[in-house]
């Protein structure tokens, strides 16, 4: 199915150069420095975090032609962006947080979302 894991991943992702497929973390994902997801317009990234999904002065670059809100980001726990510049679908297992920095697409939690200080704009 297209929720597959194609391709497992590990660390960080600052610096790394993404193009589009289904990307998983075996365990809780910590990301920080900055990550580009290079496609067309039409290009999709999933991202299934098993476990929490954090982001500590984390940032996103779409590359090409590539758009925030083909990207999905699934974490079974919480998922907490803090001074980061997140793009994308969160959904999470658990709570979503979000402090400072910015957040183009959409939230949804099966517990409680909350944004605090964050720029928000969201997908069409």
Not at 36 to 56: A, D, E, I, M
Not at 57 to 81: H, K, Y
Not at 84 to 96: D, E, H, R, T, V
């Amino acid at each position: 199915g297209s929720r597959q894991c194609q391709h497992a991943l590990t660390g960080s992702l600052a610096g790394v150069i993404l193009a589009p497929g289904v990307y998983c973390f075996a365990a809780s994902a910590s990301l920080t420095g900055t990550l580009t997801l290079k496609g067309p317009s039409t290009g999709v990234w999933t991202f299934l975090v098993n476990g929490n999904l954090t982001g500590n002065s984390f940032s996103m670059v779409m590359a090409d032609q590539g758009q925030p809100c083909n990207v999905l980001w699934e974490s079974s726990g919480a998922t907490t962006m803090t001074t980061s510049n997140a793009k994308g679908n969160f959904l999470a297992g658990q709570a979503i947080t979000l402090t400072s920095g910015s957040f183009v697409g959409r939230a949804f939690a099966k517990m409680a979302v909350t944004t605090t200080g964050v720029a928000i704009t969201g997908c069409r």
